[in-house]
Structures are given as structure tokens and as C-alpha cells.
């Protein structure tokens, strides 16, 4: 695909997606003209359509930062729309009820919703309505398989202070897990200056993972040429492992390379390091090189993997 045509693609999903939150009225400060955002009403409905949710559960479901949904159930209880409801078997365990007031608000939601769209339908003839139906079914088909916006992290660009945070955590955790000493650190160090005095934003690109308000991973796409680049710094926190998250890193490096062009994507890792080599072998890459090196501690095992893109 070229540049050209994935540009216009990406206006046209831009624009549609502009249409139709301006059509669902989605960007309106209560929804349905009602006192809550959307993001109240999902968790309303949700609660009212689904038995003993946890905030964890919601937090995965709908894609939230578990700090901002903190928040936001934080002021449904205040407002006396939900309760917290302890487990008969689990006491750490505390499940997310609607109150009469909560179940009262959702039945409203609900209706307005129903209303609202009922309208629009009318509108329509019913050949329209068919063709309409059709293309929600494609859309919502297709987007599922191909996309996830669930996850309970989000990834966002560099800012100010993560190179510092990127060198501190590598120093910490390769040490702690794996021995290694400070000339690691140093490397990360000289990686992460690199960066930033010579950062090309066409053809580079940093990628810093947020949950719970805490940074807890990130990853680096830098140029080596005109035709290669180099998948650098890939980490995820303990806090953060099992989500899938390694492999969403190494997702969007790989996304972001084949859009600006390069023909070649590698990195460099070490024998030791499984779950990362797990990931990249998953993602399609393939070792080509391995020489034993004693940078960072005693008998490691370099290796450098490729992937063509």
C-alpha cells in the first residue's frame, strides 16, 4: 500500500468518525441530554446488564485507566447511583451494584436511548435502514478481529522525563533479574540521548505504556538507514506482564516501520531474555547472527533478529 492511499484511508476513517459521534451526539456534555457523559452511562448500563462486576472487570471491558475509572466511580457513589457490594466468598473481593436511584437513571438512559434512535430509523426508508444495519454489522465484524482498544494500559508518545525513567528501569530491573551492571545502564543511557538530539519523527518513534496512573513499559523505533530501522528498549514492568503488552510494543514498532517506509526492521537482544525472544520470533522476525559478549556480565550470548517488513 502506499503512502498516498493509506493517507486518503486514514481522512476517510478520521472524518467518519467525526460524522458519527456528531450524529450519536456523543460529544454533548450529558448524553441523550441527560446529566451524564458516556462514559457514566456505559458503566451504568453495564451494571445494569451484568452481575457482580468488579472495577478490574470493568477496567478491562471497557478499555479505561484504572485511575480515571476510579474516579468516575468514585462520583456515581457520592451521587448514590452504585454501591460497593463485599463478596460472601471473597472478603478482599468488593462487587459494583446499582442502587434504586442507579437502576432509575439506567432505565431512563435507556429509554431516551431507544427514543432517540428510534427517531433516526423513522427517518429512514426501509431499504436505507437495511443498508444501514448491514454496513454497522461490517464495521463492528471487521473491527473486532482487527483492533483492540480494550486493554487496560494505553500508549501514548514521550514526554519530558520518561528517557530518564526508561534508563532508571533498565538498570533496576536487568539487574535484579538477570545481574547485569552498570555498563547496561550506560547503554540505555547513550540510546535514550541519541534519541532525543537526533529524533527523526517521520522515520522514529517512542512508545510509553500507561496503567494506573504509573509508567510500566516502553519501546523505541530508531533509523539505522534510509531502508532499516531498529526495534530498541523494549521493557515491561512486572506489574504490568501477562496483559500482552510486550507484544502490542513490538505491534506498533512494527505498524509504524511499514508506514514510513523501511524495508527492514531488527533489533539486537540476548539469549537469556525468553519471553522477549518469544515475542519476536511470534511477530515474525528471525535470528541471523549470535556471538557470545561479556558487555554487561559473564557469558552472554548476543543475537540480532530481522524481520522484512
Not at 506498533?252 to 537482544?269: D, H, M, N, P, Q
Not at 559478549?293 to 548476543?302: A, T, V
Request: hydrophobic fraction near 40%; proline fraction near 2%; glycine fraction near 8%.
Amino acid at each position: 500500500m502506499s503512502d498516498t492511499t493509506l493517507d486518503s484511508r486514514i481522512h476517510s476513517v478520521r472524518h467518519f468518525k467525526r460524522f458519527i459521534t456528531r450524529q450519536l451526539g456523543v460529544l454533548r456534555e450529558g448524553l441523550l441530554h441527560s446529566p451524564y457523559s458516556l462514559t457514566e452511562s456505559r458503566i451504568l448500563f453495564e451494571l445494569a446488564h451484568r452481575d457482580d462486576l468488579t472495577a478490574s472487570d470493568l477496567t478491562r471491558e471497557l478499555g479505561l485507566d484504572a485511575g480515571y475509572l476510579s474516579r468516575i466511580l468514585a462520583r456515581l457513589e457520592q451521587q448514590g447511583l452504585i454501591e460497593k457490594v463485599r463478596s460472601e466468598t471473597d472478603g478482599r473481593q468488593r462487587y459494583l451494584h446499582l442502587t434504586a436511584e442507579g437502576n432509575a437513571a439506567s432505565d431512563l438512559l435507556e429509554q431516551l436511548s431507544n427514543d432517540e434512535v428510534g427517531e433516526m430509523l423513522v427517518e429512514l426508508t426501509e431499504e436505507d435502514q437495511e443498508r444501514l444495519l448491514k454496513a454497522m454489522h461490517t464495521i463492528e465484524s471487521v473491527l473486532d478481529k482487527g483492533l483492540k482498544f480494550s486493554e487496560p494500559y494505553y500508549l501514548r508518545p514521550h514526554e519530558p522525563g520518561d528517557m530518564g525513567w526508561i534508563t532508571h528501569r533498565h538498570g533496576v530491573l536487568y539487574a535484579k533479574e538477570y545481574g547485569w551492571d552498570e555498563r547496561f545502564e550506560a547503554l540505555v543511557a547513550q540510546i535514550c540521548a541519541d534519541f532525543v538530539n537526533n529524533f527523526n519523527p517521520g522515520k522514529e518513534r517512542c512508545w510509553i505504556a500507561e496503567m494506573n496512573g504509573e509508567i510500566v513499559g516502553s519501546v523505541f523505533v530508531v533509523q539505522a538507514s534510509d531502508t532499516v530501522a531498529k526495534l530498541r528498549l523494549l521493557l515491561v514492568e512486572p506489574s504490568a506482564r501477562g496483559l500482552g503488552l510486550g507484544k502490542r510494543l513490538v505491534d506498533e514498532c512494527i505498524r509504524f516501520s511499514k508506514r514510513a517506509g523501511y524495508e527492514k526492521l531488527v533489533l539486537w537482544t540476548n539469549s537469556v531474555l525468553d519471553t522477549a525472544r518469544h515475542i519476536y520470533q511470534t511477530a515474525g522476525f528471525e535470528k541471523v547472527a549470535a556471538e557470545p559478549h561479556n558487555d554487561f556480565g559473564e557469558g552472554l550470548i548476543g543475537e540480532t533478529w530481522e524481520l522484512k517488513l
